[in-house]
């Protein structure tokens, strides 16, 4: 099967112009394995190893894809390149990038007026970058942000933190990870889990919710609270310790310890549907295009390619354009083409809750796709419930499909236009029908 394409994943593996595809049968999946595995060099040492034992003998498939999305493959011969000669299967490198490693700003939080380079994330930046600048249906959740260096200023300088912070700076040298990167970073987060939280920045934390317009009962299991937060803001720190974070980062030639993690804190929309926006398709590589997937409930289903697929569709923006400055025409069913149908049978929903998200300085380099390599974690987590999209109005009324669809495509148009370039764009419908962004950044 093929993945959502706008799920995380998807979107790295087209960065890569890596081919990908699911499997959700077992059996199947465990017969690609044993059959037709291949070694992957994870490194350049790997990789010139690898490339010195190829052989003629290399296995090279053919891929068709069905417009449901299934996916058949079949062996073929090695592809030739202009001279005639078999092509090699490669590691995608050469790229120069760079990664800055801010310092701590001398605050816990900050709050959207002080959102910065150097001191938060892009999808904070993007977000108080789009105050005041869209219309007012389109709502932004009210945010918080914990800056870069937070962690490493509590791992160092909290007198309690002494002997993880020592653990850690001996476990994750370059020579020591390098032997076993899965053991090695699986002990890291762990340490990180233990981290001590000091109580100024839990103080600064409360404060700075309650001043940024963040609604929640602190008053009530205070004690229990305190522990519930403290473990989902070091679980987005720890995931800065995440395997395929690392070998992304190493395969970019980049260094996973120059990350710097700044947490994006927001209350959780009670979604009735949850939508990803690119708003240049990305498989066509039309910029006059806009491509959204839409699924029921929150967004994760989407993003974390949860078996199933989303609805997804295209839309012209230009006849979007005409649409919005002539209401009244009949564009709308021209401009809106729904490419698939939904078929998830998984939806998930959190109505009261607190939204943690990873917002590094690693995850938005120009040329490179860093979506979902770090945690973004809920102070609790939700409960898959079956969905059956059959009854739902998004199949079986038409009108209000095509109203849908285009409020979801002229958010993307918004804030492309204010943001001035593609974007990729994460965002929910509630119950009463508000639009909200929780999340955009430049498109990869």
């Known amino acids: 099967d093929s993945p959502d394409m706008l799920s995380h994943i998807a979107v790295r593996a087209r960065n890569e112009k890596v081919l990908l595809a699911t499997c959700h049968d077992e059996i199947e999946f465990e017969r690609i394995k044993s059959n037709e595995a291949e070694a992957v ?4 040492e790997e990789e010139q190893k690898l490339a010195k ?34 092509m090699q ?78 653990a850690l700076k001996q476990l994750t040298s370059k020579k020591v990870v390098s032997k076993d990167p899965q053991r090695v970073l699986e002990e890291a987060k762990n340490l990180a889990m233990e981290v001590a939280i000091p109580d100024g920045m839990w103080d600064a934390v409360v404060d700075g919710m309650k001043s940024s317009g963040i609604e929640w009962d602190f ?32 395969k970019a030639r980049l260094d996973f310890m120059d990350v710097r993690m700044a947490v994006l804190i927001q209350k959780v929309v009670n979604a009735k549907y ?9 498989s066509t590589g039309d910029p ?27 839309c012209n923006k230009e006849a979007l354009g005409q649409h919005l400055s002539n209401p009244s025409s009949d564009s709308k069913g021209a401009m809106i083409n729904v490419e698939s149908f939904p078929s998830k049978s998984v939806g998930l929903y959190l109505p009261e809750s607190l939204m943690f998200r990873s917002d590094s300085n690693g995850e938005d380099l120009e040329g490179y796709a860093g979506a979902g390599l770090y945690d973004s974690v809920p102070l609790h987590y939700p409960e898959p419930q079956r969905v059956d999209y059959s009854n739902d109005p998004i199949m079986t009324d038409q009108s209000f499909r095509k109203d849908l669809l285009t409020r ?37």
Not at 41 to 44: A, E, F, I, K, L
Not at 220 to 234: D, L, V, W, Y
Not at 274 to 282: C, D, E, L, R, Y
Request: charged content about 25%.
């Open 219 to 250: 008053d009530s299991t205070k004690e229990e609270q305190k522990e519930q937060i403290g473990k989902a803001i070091k679980s987005v720190w720890a995931s800065k310790f995440n395997l395929r974070a690392y070998y992304s980062l190493n």
């Open 89 to 166: 299967s490669h590691v995608t490198g050469g790229r120069k990038l760079k990664i800055s490693s801010p310092k701590w700003v001398g605050k816990y939080v900050v709050g959207m007026d002080a959102f910065a380079d150097e001191v938060v994330g892009a999808k904070s930046k993007n977000l108080a970058g789009l105050r005041d600048k869209i219309p007012d249906w389109i709502r932004l959740p009210s945010s918080l942000t914990i800056p870069f260096g937070t962690f490493e200023h509590v791992l160092e300088e909290y007198g309690a933190n002494k002997e993880v912070s020592k």
């Open 274 to 282: 949850a939508f990803v926006i690119h708003t240049s398709n990305p």
């Open 53 to 86: 034992s190829q052989t003629d003998d290399a296995k090279w498939f053919s891929v068709t894809t069905t417009a449901s999305g299934s996916v058949s493959y079949e062996r073929c011969d090695p592809p030739v390149d202009a001279t005639g000669g078999k």
């Open 408 to 444: 979801i495509a002229h958010v993307g148009l918004e804030l492309e236009q204010v943001l001035g370039s593609p974007q990729d764009i994460e965002g929910c419908v509630d119950e009463e029908g508000n639009v909200y962004v929780v999340q955009t950044r430049p498109q990869m």
């Open 288 to 314: 006059g295009e806009i491509y959204c997937e839409v699924v029921k409930g929150l967004g994760e289903v989407l993003v974390g390619n949860y078996p199933g697929r989303a609805l997804s569709f295209t």
């Open 41 to 44: 060099p994870t490194s350049v």
